[in-house]
């Protein structure tokens, strides 16, 4: 399978050094140096994954994150950018990015983090099931007997990912290498909020408590 990337980059040389390094490593590549222009071909290219700076001319990339996270909630976002202070990566995360990678970048650092975004959406036709949750991967639903749970991308990627390991104890670490991809930037305490607002949503007003935490190891889901 060719997976197709659009960049998003105002940089022009910068650009076509994504371009030909994704090219070269057996992406289709289409690009995109705005935010309109990037919008318009996410909707008629239909990507597998977007590379998005946020410096961008005419809508910001915070802004075309935050959209295209309303439109397709499962599509992959890696921002690409000099943004590199811990407010900014919190930022670009908080907007829905799935990953952030901070210019100056390794080129097999940025091809790894692309892969493992891909690899992620793999089980996009998963149904997981535990006692009266249900998750579906495909139409990217979350209901709890019966009655639909609205969550984030991250809180939804964290629920899937939780529910794909029943019964298995995961690390604070293994929940922040597999979701956030172990960004430097980030600290294993942004586990236990996120386990938070899942519990809010998942398991209040429940007598039956599905997320349990497990002292000095991290967090299971279980029936």
């Not at 105002?10 to 289409?30: A, E, I, P, R, T």
């Not at 991250?154 to 899937?160: D, I, M, N, V």
């Amino acid at each position: 399978m060719v997976y197709k990337v659009l960049v998003v980059e105002d940089d022009n040389d910068l650009l076509n050094f994504l371009k030909y390094l994704l090219l070269d490593n057996g992406y289709s590549v289409h690009t995109a140096s705005d935010g309109a222009a990037a919008l318009k071909l996410a909707k008629q290219l239909e990507p597998d994954l977007i590379v998005l700076d946020l410096g961008l001319p005419n809508i910001t990339g915070e802004t075309v994150c935050v959209e295209i996270k309303k439109r397709y909630p499962s599509l992959p976002v890696v921002i690409l950018t000099g943004k590199d202070s811990p407010s900014d990566v919190a930022q670009g995360l908080n907007v829905g990015a799935d990953d952030y990678v901070s210019k100056p970048f390794e080129a097999q650092v940025l091809l790894a983090r692309i892969k493992a975004r891909l690899r992620n959406g793999q089980d996009t036709n998963t149904v997981f099931k535990i006692d009266d949750l249900e998750l579906n991967n495909k139409t990217l639903e979350v209901k709890r007997a019966g009655k639909k749970i609205d969550l984030t991308p991250k809180e939804f990627h964290l629920l899937a990912y939780l529910m794909s390991n029943k019964g298995r104890i995961l690390t604070r670490e293994m929940i922040l290498t597999r979701i956030w991809l172990y960004a430097p930037e980030i600290e294993t305490r942004v586990i236990d909020v996120y386990i938070g607002y899942l519990r809010k949503k998942v398991d209040s007003g429940f007598d039956k408590q599905l997320l349990h935490s497990v002292r000095g190891f991290g967090y299971v889901i279980k029936d």
